[in-house]
């Protein structure tokens, strides 16, 4: 499944363990991204990433060129991966039941959205290609995420360079310590790193935007986040509150429960 | 199984037809996709294609290919077309006139907005089952967030986050225009 961008080069002659070489900092929380250039990566074709999110801290949407597996390192939280073609299912029964009450909905009456999974250490998240991922931080401990992407996949048909699509945010790169030891070699690669990082919406113009969402052009403006300094990783008051089963209930026992209901 | 056999595979498929579109709008427009579920010999060729009418100002909703690239071409009209790539650089902002061809990258953003005399294209994509992801309408991946989620990602207010989720109700892919809150 490997043949579609070519063999790739492996002239390795050491292999030595990595540690990442870039590394950008959020309000609530930290990227850090490994040398996709290394050699070893690029031999294996593939690119990893390490999310540290603060609590509280919500990974803003984004997706990427490549399948990927997350491994929960460390800490526990929820992640929303909107899978295309998928309408928006996840709505409570207890929201149904107390509509059908007739009391007030806190989350609001309408909402409704695709599956969101809670997650701990040790979990494995596999994610295709393009799909569009979030997560957040609902532990008293930082979350810690380390990411594999597959460049070298099929599904990837641009060039083996992993590319982020933000949908929410903005990041200015900023150097770090350990990133300025890099740079120096990176820009006489020819490579340029601190290149902001906006969202999508942003290369859009306001008007089209607005017209497109059936929105003013004031809200078409924050989705752009062009003054948005609070980067990728943004604390969340209050805590995130989202329709999804009862924490500490089993989602298959919950369905079993119900399912006499439907 | 004679007719799963190469030799008696169905080769040809019209896309024109409006009667066979795929999304409908009124006032909008018509796409019509033609993928190897529908045509099987398609899956040979890892290829797919879509057929496209814009009426008048009429908008195709901002969204990406998560497995394909797209290569438009032109039949008829023209529209203003936006493209964006990763770390949301714009790639390509202008007019596409009939005649024309324009490529758009594997999970590349694009949208499109038809001129005044409406706008027609065909696009081939370089997979059998291309997959198309909407951020705006019914099938967006905003509607599939929670408004919790978009608020604090955008700094917004529930209502106003309630109105990008919901704000284009039924409408997928085909946009009408002038509507704006």
Redesign the interface.
Known sequence: SRHYQGQSQCRIENINAQEPNRRVESEAGVVEFWDQNNEQFECAGVAPTRYIIQPNG?L??F?V?APRLVYIVQGRGMS?A???????TFHSIRQSAQLRAGRSQQ??A??Q??K?RSIRQGDILAL?????H?L?NEGETPLVAVSLHDTSSN????DRNL????????QQTQTTSYQQRQQQRQQVRGQQQD???????????VE?????????TE?AR??Q?QN?QRGNI?F?EGG????RPQQGEDEEEREQRYRTAN | GVEETICSMRLKQNIANPTRADIYSEKGGRITTLNSQKLPILNFLQMSAERGVLYQNALHAPHWHSNAHSVIYVTRGSCRCQIVGNQGRQVFDGQLNQGQMLVVPQNFAVVKQAGNEGFEWVSFKTNDNAMAIPLVGKTSVLRAMPVDVLMNAYQISREEAQRLKYNRQEETMVLTPGSRS
């Not at chain 1, 290149?195 to 113009?205: A, D, H, K, T, V």
């Not at chain 1, 995130?240 to 329709?243: D, H, K, P, S, Y």
């Open positions: 919500l803003l949407p997706f060129n929303g909107l899978i295309p073609g998928c309408p928006e989350q609001g309408r909402d959205h695709q969101i295709p290609a393009g799909v569009t979030w957040y599904a990837n048909q641009l590319r982020r699509f933000q949908l929410a945010g903005s290149i902001p990082e906006n969202n999508i919406f942003n290369g859009f113009n089209t935007l607005a017209e497109a969402f059936g929105v003013s809200t924050k989705l986040g948005d943004v969340v995130l509150r989202a329709i």
